[in-house]
């Protein structure tokens, strides 16, 4: 079987798919380079990000780039109705949302409070401000964002110099990731950071000041630990 995780991107998914399968990555980037007609449904835009449901595929069976990918976005469709996510472009935006929590923070738990944030910086009209976003842009993890990086106003992912939403989801996000974006927690954070790399604990803040001594603490844990 051929595994989709979740928080893996297209591109990811579709250089696996090709190795696994024997089919040429090129007929499989040709159709997520297309407007992906007669496999996603119109809330997508034309784009795959986000609507590859995580799972493991029979893709042996399969004969053509394509069956493989709208194997893969139905069972996201179905999976997305089962849940309960609203369609049209609320689906959108709820997998947008949870792509980004999923991405930023590695417990579960954590998801529905960056959604808040998301929710909340989104009221307010601030910018997100996102690594994982300027990092899908570049096609880079996360970890490897550099400041020129998120100044670099050219890349649409950039949402630390473009308000709003990302134009996709920057990734496949799982169940745990779409039910915090659908239920996210109740909170008046702005902020937040992940004060230890390798426990993942991340700490939220309502004000820059309390931000800025969550900062604080991360730089001191990297002087001790890195």
């Known amino acids: 079987f051929f595994d989709v995780r979740a928080c893996e991107r297209v591109s990811d998914v579709v250089k696996g798919a090709s190795e696994m ?19 996603l449904p119109s809330e997508a835009g034309g784009k795959f990000e986000g609507w590859l449901e995580p799972g493991q595929y029979d893709i042996k069976s399969k004969t053509s780039a394509k069956e493989i990918l709208k194997m893969m976005v139905d069972r996201r469709i179905k999976k997305l109705d089962s849940l309960g996510v609203p369609t049209g472009s609320e689906r959108e935006k709820i997998l947008n949302m949870a792509s980004i929590a999923e991405a930023e923070v590695n ?6 409070k960056v959604v808040r944030v998301i929710l909340n910086r989104l009221d307010k009209g601030m910018t997100l401000g996102m690594d994982s976003t300027v990092a899908y842009g570049n096609n880079v993890k996360p970890a ?10 050219s890349n649409p992912y950039n949402t630390y110099k473009i308000s709003g939403l990302p134009p996709t989801p920057i990734s496949n996000p799982g169940d745990n990731a779409i039910q915090a974006a659908l239920h996210p ?22 004000t820059a000041d309390e931000h800025d001594q969550n900062v604080a603490e991360l730089r001191k844990w990297q002087a001790e630990n890195q």
């Open 21 to 39: 399968s024997g089919i040429a990555e090129s007929e499989f980037t040709s159709i997520v380079d297309g407007d992906g007609s007669g496999i």
């Open 185 to 206: 927690e109740g909170g008046n954070w702005l902020y937040f950071c992940t004060v230890n790399l390798d426990t993942g604990e991340t700490k939220f803040a309502a």
């Open 107 to 112: 417990k579960k738990d954590d998801y529905g």
């Open 144 to 153: 490897q964002v550099t400041t020129e990086m998120t100044q670099d106003e």
